[in-house]
């Protein structure tokens, strides 16, 4: 078995690895878009050295608290290794073959093309778009396919480190339940997408009973697809839209959201909170990541004008400036804290008993 800091050091380096993967690719790519598609370049925010030096700083540090949960124990140290390498391996031809496509619609501007056969009055209005230009949006199993490996690209390897930082405060949440021999805890992930939140909370607390819900059935596929591989106990998925969940009241005790409010307009944004706290029991808890905010991480405002820029996301702008305390407050929620790591933030919230 190897030593702790032989681990230690294997997590380091693999970090290091997929943040120079990151960087490379992303500066492969970008040169790529200059010379075959200039157009396509959107205009930027400078970065200076000193706010590079900040994000570097943020990603030790979010690498530094990342290892201190796992040694903790509020997930197993083998987490902290677990991605699907190999489909990654195999996939990432398709990312660079789904390029020129991405290029052509932000050279052109076009962000509904949304896959023929699509019955566009199952969705609401705000989804039928290429959210990040990104083909057929989230209305394929090609999108779904690569999705996470575009998110571990654009974040140079710290998707899933953000991720798991909604496990503690879910945890320490759910620990009055999990004390309770006589009552399984059920914990729902509001647009799982491909599962990978789930996949983390099902290795951390395996207790628990787990369901997740998206609106794409592409995406579901392939959480299915993911979660069937493990052992444990089967995970429940459902398709529906976070705003109306097809679930009674006071039905979970734990409820998680990862980066969904800054891809909804603000009404929705107000409705999928509203209907997490109805769908808690009283004293239950609710974990929110998403990205950062301008209000908490100002130095970092450039980083975010220009993902707002350079990717479709047209309720990001809004998003960054939104009080998202006041909309769990108005929902009633209370005992709100948040904090922020590197490009994500974490908000826990309960619902008073």
């Known amino acids: 078995m190897a030593s702790p800091n032989l681990k230690k050091i294997a997590y ?3 970090q290091q690895g997929k943040t120079l993967a990151g ?14 598609a200039p157009d396509a370049a959107p205009d930027r925010f400078p970065i200076d050295k000193d706010l590079i030096k900040e994000v570097r700083r ?3 540090k979010l690498e ?3 290892w201190e949960e796992a040694e903790e124990g509020i997930y197993p140290q083998s987490q902290l290794f677990d991605a699907p390498w190999f489909e990654w391996a195999k996939k990432y031809p398709l990312v660079w073959m789904d390029m020129p496509l991405t290029w052509e619609r932000r050279k052109k501007n076009k962000t509904r093309e949304i896959p023929r056969g699509i019955n566009e009055k199952d969705y609401p209005n705000y989804y039928l778009q290429n959210f990040h230009h990104q083909t057929d949006g989230y209305l394929s199993e090609h999108s779904a396919e690569i999705y996470d490996l575009q998110v571990e690209i654009l974040f140079n390897g710290t998707a899933d480190a953000m991720r798991r930082r909604v496990l503690a405060p879910l945890k320490r949440g759910l620990k009055k339940y999990l004390s309770q021999k006589t009552k399984t805890a059920k914990v729902l992930d509001i647009a799982t997408g491909t599962g990978r939140t789930l996949q983390q909370i099902q290795s951390a607390i395996p207790e628990v009973e787990l369901h997740g819900l998206d609106l794409s059935g592409s995406y579901l596929k392939q959480a299915s697809k993911y979660l069937s591989s493990r052992s444990g106990d089967i995970v429940q998925l459902t398709k529906a839209n976070a705003e109306n969940v097809p679930f009674p ?3 979970f005790q734990g409820l998680t959201c990862v980066f969904l409010l800054h891809e909804l307009p603000r009404e929705a944004r107000q409705n999928v909170i509203n ?11 609710f974990v929110l990541a998403d990205s950062i905010q301008i209000e908490d991480s100002p130095g970092f405002t450039p980083i975010m004008e220009n993902f707002h820029k350079i990717f479709h996301e047209p309720y990001y702008r809004d998003y960054i400036v939104d009080d998202i305390n006041l909309r769990l407050k108005e929902s009633g929620f209370t005992t709100i804290t948040s904090e922020s790591h590197f490009m994500t933030k974490v908000w826990k919230a309960n619902k008073p008993v």
């Open 23 to 36: 960087l490379a690719h992303k500066e492969l790519s970008t040169k790529l878009m200059e010379v075959f």
């Open 64 to 66: 530094k608290i990342d």
């Open 12 to 14: 380091h380096t693999l």
């Open 58 to 60: 943020s990603m030790e």
């Open 275 to 285: 209907e997490c706290f109805r769908l808690l029991e009283p004293g239950g808890t």
């Open 249 to 251: 009241s006071n039905n």
